[in-house]
């Protein structure tokens, strides 16, 4: 089985982190019965130095090259990703997606209507590629910036609502299409280390969305032991 983390900046992660990537690998790796593989043609962290995802300075050295694989970008959305998500599954031979994607169409891009366009894009793509691809997707966090504009915050839940919708709809057996929860307990102020991007515990709540929805739903591994 081969999982491909899918993202924007909460998910490439920037120069010390962990990220949340690397929360779901070690869980995977101490309760998923079977072999599997982390993947994607990404596998750096954004600098912010120079701007630009160059960096290998994991919080954790011991974190295994081959697990650092990805398919996140600082900055990326649905807007950037959809166009090139056929050719990563096909090239990645990726067989399960883990999403978090939104925020920055959202802020900088799309409205929820046009972003969700890019949604069903990304899907349609991604199971061209692969017709048995399972993807698991997780509702927009928002960030401080939901605090002070409401119009953000009604976006950020528009979104939300519009993506619960269009994951039942496009749900198959052949390819299943799941939602995830709100990561438990998150909290924008505590769980982030600038209102946007999460701290240790934000990674731990985010991994704990993705693996517990794929228990629920697919059986896969076991419920996340979130540690507080």
Partial sequence: MRFLFVGDSMTIGAVGDHTWRYRMWSHLRATLDGPFAVTGSRCAL????VDAAVSDGYADSGFPPTAR?????????????????????RAQRADVLLISLGLIDLGFYTNPEQT??????????????????????????????????????????????????????????????LMASSPRGYDIQLDT??????????????AAAFADAMFQAWGLA??????F
């Fill in 69 to 89: 694989r990805h398919f996140a970008g600082w900055g990326e959305g649905w807007k950037h990703l959809a166009p090139l998500i056929g050719d990563e599954v």
């Fill in 193 to 206: 280390y600038d209102g946007t991007h999460p701290n240790a515990a934000g990674e731990h709540r985010i």
């Fill in 46 to 49: 954004y600098d912010p130095v």
């Fill in 222 to 227: 076991e419920p996340y032991a979130v540690p």
């Fill in 116 to 177: 969700m366009e890019n949604v069903r894009l990304f899907v349609a793509r991604a199971r061209a590629a692969n017709p048995a691809v399972r993807m698991v997707m997780l509702p927009v966090i928002p960030n401080t910036r939901a605090l002070l504009d409401p119009g953000f915050a009604g976006q950020c839940e528009q979104f939300n609502t519009l993506l619960a919708k269009t994951v039942a709809e496009l749900d198959g057996s052949a390819s299943p299409l």
